[in-house]
């Protein structure tokens, strides 16, 4: 059976008006929709909460605190259904599975329940800025330390960046969820990521879902930009 990888435009705006255009133009073209710290920070969550009830979500705030406060977090978070949401896989075993169990409880019905997913290593990171915060060894070592720990606490899935799709399959096989960031078509700037790949790599690699963000939003028009990387999907 064929892998399908999907595809999340990252909505990366402090303005609800921007961010609804950008909507409005993709609808039919991605399969979700992101949108993280920024927006939500300088829009609230009634705003977000509006994006949710029209689109698939990808809720992306990397909660990453002691268990109780990210289980209180996530709790609160319940009334929002969004499609899949994070934390951070730095937060160790027992707030992994605290918010597992914070979003069972908020959720009831297992079938909306949003896909947890783990963040391992930003992909803004490589092995020079792991050993400035007292990590030693690769960053391939330290995505796969912290993915096999997060789906054993309870993650669905693991936000990786696309070089380590295929050690992360090969250690966890296909099961758990792996959306990766830092997707670059063909030519694109790199702007902060480090650890990139293109669209039709990282679906050959075994990505579930990619992340794109300027390539889309930037673009003169952005639905055509989508339809281009959807059609590298579909080509995979």
């Given at each position: ?116 997913l783990a963040v391992t290593v930003l992909t803004s990171m490589d092995e020079h800025a792991l050993q400035e915060i007292g990590v030693s060894g ?11 720990m997060a789906i054993a606490s309870g993650a669905d899935g693991l936000v990786c960046s696309s070089k380590e799709i295929i050690p992360l399959r ?67």
């Open positions: 059976m064929s892998h399908k990888t999907r595809l999340i435009a990252a909505l990366d705006t402090q303005s609800i008006q921007q961010a609804h255009d950008w909507a409005q133009q993709l609808v039919g073209h991605v399969d979700a929709l992101k949108l993280g710290l920024e927006f939500t920070y300088a829009c609230g969550l009634e705003a977000v909460k509006g994006f949710a009830q029209k689109h698939p979500l990808f809720l992306d705030l990397k909660l990453h605190d002691i268990p109780n406060t990210v289980a209180g977090g996530l709790s609160a978070l319940g009334q929002i259904h969004p499609k899949l949401l994070t934390i951070h896989a730095a937060g160790g075993p027992a707030m992994i599975e605290r918010a597992r169990e914070a979003l069972e409880a908020a959720y009831p019905n297992s079938a909306e329940r949003p896909t947890l690769s960053v391939e070592d330290q995505v796969l330390r912290l993915g096999k090969q250690a966890l096989g296909c099961q758990p969820t792996l959306v990766v960031p830092g997707i670059r078509p063909a030519g694109s700037a790199s702007d902060d990521q480090k650890r990139i790949m293109t669209p039709t790599d990282a679906a050959r690699a075994g990505a579930d879902w990619i992340v794109v963000g300027r390539p889309i939003t930037r673009a003169t028009h952005p639905a055509e930009a989508a339809r281009a990387i959807q059609a590298e999907l579909q080509s995979v």
